[in-house]
Structure formats: C-alpha cells, structure tokens
C-alpha cells in the first residue's frame, strides 16, 4: 500500500493519522525537492521512531516508490498537503492503474496558512512559481499570471523555487515587472509560516530592497484591490 502523508508546517505538524501510518509502513521516504526544509530528517526521525530516506524529483517521478508499494506498505512524506504538487497525484494516477492500494494523509499547507495576512482566500486566483533564474534561463511565466489575476482583481500567491535567497526573488520580481509594465506597489512577504518564526510583512518592493533576514521557506504575495477589511489588517502589519 502506498501513503502519501502531509508534514504540515513545522516539525510537529504531521497528524497523528499521518504518525499511525507512518508505523504501519515498511519504508518511508522524505520527498526534499519542493520546498528548503529548515529542520533536519533526523528530527522527522526522533518524532516518527523509524529510518527515513530522502528522495529528489528523479526518483519520484520515476515511479520506482510505486512500484515498490506493490509488495510492502510505503510512505512518502511531504512538506505541508501532499497533493499541492503534480508529481504527487502522478503517484496516485500510477498506482490506480497498477491496482495498487493507496491513502492520502492531508495536513496543513502554504495555502492555507497565508490566511494569516488577513487577505480573503476566496480572492487568490491561479497560483504562480517563480524559479531560479540563471545564464540564459529567466522564465517569467509567473509575471503572466500576476497580470492576469489582476485583471480579475485576485490576488497572486508566488511559491519560490527551493534555493532562490529572496534578494534574487525580489530582483526577477522588480525586473519582470518592469518589463511587462506593470506597477508594483505593496507586496507581502511570508517567512516560515505556521512556525514560531513565522514573519510577515508588508512593504514596496524599495523598502524590501533595504530590508535583511527573510529565512527560507517564504512566499510572495502580490495583492489586488483589497476590500477595506484586508486593508485594515495589511496596514496594521
């Protein structure tokens, strides 16, 4: 059988739905490819009392864990809801076709957590990625869907790509803005949220530029037309 179990945000977020399956499981694999974890596996460890191995994007989408839950029962652990990412409903899609049980462990995510900016949920609209530029690589998709989801008045949720330090997130940020016209005032910055280190702020992108200490994992987010409440709250921040 396979599990497919959410750690939720910080190290004691794993339910304990999500424990009970761990024990059950003969091998249990930490998927470390979506998000800069900032507590160790040996920590996962301690709090599970079984061996963890990490795995990347490769043995993930080769099916390999798949294939192995046909013999014995298999974990994969992810950070926050398991499903947030494709790779993982690939896992579900796979095992349905092979006949191979399977169970979903669902825990707190990133996408619910940015509730805390008082920003109205039902106001966010397609979720963006911005990865890491480098030599003749800068993707900007990720400005398109600001674009678009402002012309909706919806606010935009950016999830970072794992290794990008946020000056350079701010950098591609200010740069493809620039580039697709587009103002930017205010944005929000979340720092490990759901932690006692969680952080959030809300600045322009120059008093950003001043500021030092955003820990990883963070988001962006750029908000719409804000309902009076959600100003409220944000100018209180």
Same mark, same amino acid.
């Given at each position: 059988m396979l599990y497919l179990i959410g750690l939720g945000l910080n190290s004691k977020g794993i339910s304990q739905e999500g424990l009970e399956s761990v024990k059950k499981c003969k091998k249990i694999y930490l998927e470390n490819y979506t998000v800069d974890f900032f507590y160790t596996k040996e920590i996962l460890e301690e709090i599970t009392g079984k061996k963890i191995f990490t795995v990347g994007r490769e043995e993930v989408e080769s099916l390999e864990i798949v294939d192995e839950a046909r013999k014995k029962d298999v974990a994969l652990l992810?950070?926050?809801?398991?499903?947030t990412a494709?790779?993982?409903?690939?896992?579900i899609d796979e095992a349905k076709?092979?006949?191979?049980k399977f169970k979903v462990v669902y825990s707190a995510s990133i996408l619910d957590a940015v509730a805390e900016t008082g920003l109205q949920i039902y106001k966010f609209g397609k979720i963006a990625s911005m990865p890491m530029w480098r030599k003749?690589? %800068?993707p900007k998709s990720f400005i398109e869907v600001i674009k678009e989801n402002s012309s909706i008045n919806a606010h935009s949720l950016i999830l970072v790509d794992i290794g990008l330090e946020f000056p350079d997130a701010l950098k591609q940020l200010k740069k493809s803005a620039e580039e697709h016209k587009i103002e930017l005032k205010k944005i929000i910055v979340c720092q490990?949220?759901?932690?006692? /280190?969680?952080?959030?702020?809300?600045?322009?992108? /120059? %008093?950003f530029e001043d500021y030092t200490g955003i820990?990883?994992?963070y988001c962006l987010i750029v908000p719409s037309k804000l309902h009076f409440v959600e100003k409220e709250f944000l100018e209180k921040i």
């Open positions: 992810v950070y926050g809801s398991p499903l494709t790779t993982h409903i690939t896992l076709k092979c006949g191979i003749n690589f %800068e490990m949220l759901g932690t006692n /280190k969680s952080k959030i702020l809300y600045k322009t992108l /120059k %008093e820990r990883k994992p």
